[in-house]
Nanobody
Framework: QLQLVESGGGSVQAGGSLRLSCAAS????????MGWFRQAPGKEREGVAV????????YYHASVKDRFTISQDNGKNMVYLQMNNLKPEDTAMYYC????????????????????WGQGTQVTVSS
């Protein structure tokens, strides 16, 4: 089992920055990738960013590329999402997610590619 706890959300004005953190605990071995998702009211959950834990390759949703940066600290079992130049359309609940141990994926920005989810942290961006 894997537990994920997000933190760092809040309210900011457009153009501001936030850094989200995700702490992983439990069985953290053999986790091949980690991701961040978001869900706004009335909308489907969408993938924001993913990082492959070996090699540190990353992939971003087009709407956040060049503004958001996903990173990890394997020694601390932490994953981060640095969000710069925030826009009102970034307002959503943000979730950290991880796959089951040993699972691989070539489509890792899909919710179906993840098995564990945090409780979410709210990000609100005002204009």
């Amino acid at each position: 089992q894997l537990q994920l706890v997000e933190s760092g959300g809040g309210s900011v004005q457009a153009g501001g920055s936030l850094r989200l953190s995700c702490a992983a605990s439990g069985y953290t071995d053999n986790i091949n990738y980690m991701g961040w998702f978001r869900q706004a009211p009335g909308k489907e959950r969408e993938g924001v960013a993913v990082i492959w834990t070996s090699g540190y390759s990353t992939y971003y949703h087009a709407s956040v590329k060049d503004r958001f940066t996903i990173s990890q600290d394997n020694g601390k079992n932490m994953v981060y999402l640095q969000m710069n130049n925030l826009k009102p359309e970034d307002t959503a609940m943000y979730y950290c997610a991880a796959p089951a141990a040993g699972r691989t994926s070539y489509f890792a920005l899909r919710p179906t590619e993840f098995d564990y989810w945090g409780q979410g942290t709210q990000v609100t961006v005002s204009s």
